[in-house]
């Protein structure tokens, strides 16, 4: 139990990380470097999600359950440090991925002469997408998605419906897409937003595949 407790509050503060990366750069380099739509998100942007990562990180990662090989894993010493460099290196590796794939949809938004608040719309879309799916990949560092996806949440559903739900609100209903100053987004825009923020996390899966591969040899 003290193991899973452990687990489940790093996989929190990894994910926190990686997702606040993004988010931070999103708003300054576009600013930093005078692009064509400096604000391309405002602080109720900011607010609305926070308002969807607190509860990812306190409801989510709060009711993991222990993974196989937590008893298989070696006592840590009580001089160790929470976060060792390569778990800290992969969080903001992790940050920096997303990072890429949302500003990638901003360039490709503006090279394709979108309009700012269109852009917008995909830039946030591949922003909640990458959300959606770091929520799911960071469940186990070490077992692929399609493993974790079998462990018992039942919050998981809950909290990403939800966040799907307000996501697809904000960008098709006319009053919230107008106070988000959101343009409107067609199906084939935001399937590509998605696509981006997919791949922007997905990667890591070919890390986690090394890693069992490397371990496994190692037997």
């Known amino acids: 139990m003290g193991r899973r407790i452990y687990n489940n509050l790093k996989k929190a503060i990894q994910y926190i990380i990686s997702i606040h990366i993004p988010i931070i750069l999103t708003v300054f380099i576009p600013l930093a470097l005078g692009w064509i739509y400096p604000n391309i998100f405002s602080p109720v942007h900011i607010i609305f999600l926070e308002l969807i990562m607190g509860p990812t990180c306190s409801i989510i990662y709060e009711n993991e359950p222990a993974e196989e090989n937590i008893l298989k894993q070696k006592p840590r010493a009580a001089t160790q440090n929470f976060f060792n460099v390569k778990e800290l290196s992969l969080s903001i590796i ?20 979108y309009s700012e608040d269109l852009t917008r719309s995909m830039v946030f ?6 959300n959606i799916f770091l929520t ?68 890591i899966e070919v890390y986690k595949l090394y890693k069992r591969k490397t371990k496994f040899s190692h037997l």
């Open 136 to 203: 799911l990949v960071n469940r186990s560092f070490f077992y692929s998605v399609i493993t974790s996806l079998s462990y018992k949440n039942k919050l998981i559903p809950i909290i990403i419906g939800i966040t799907t739900l307000l996501s697809a609100t904000m960008l098709y209903w006319k009053p919230l897409r107008i106070f988000f100053e959101f343009g409107e987004i067609s199906i084939n825009q935001l399937l590509l937003s998605i696509l981006i923020g997919f791949l922007s996390v997905v990667w």
């Open 125 to 130: 879309s591949c922003l909640i997408t990458a």
């Open 94 to 113: 992790q940050g920096i991925g997303i990072s890429a794939g949302t500003l990638g949809a901003y360039q490709f938004a503006v090279s394709s002469g």
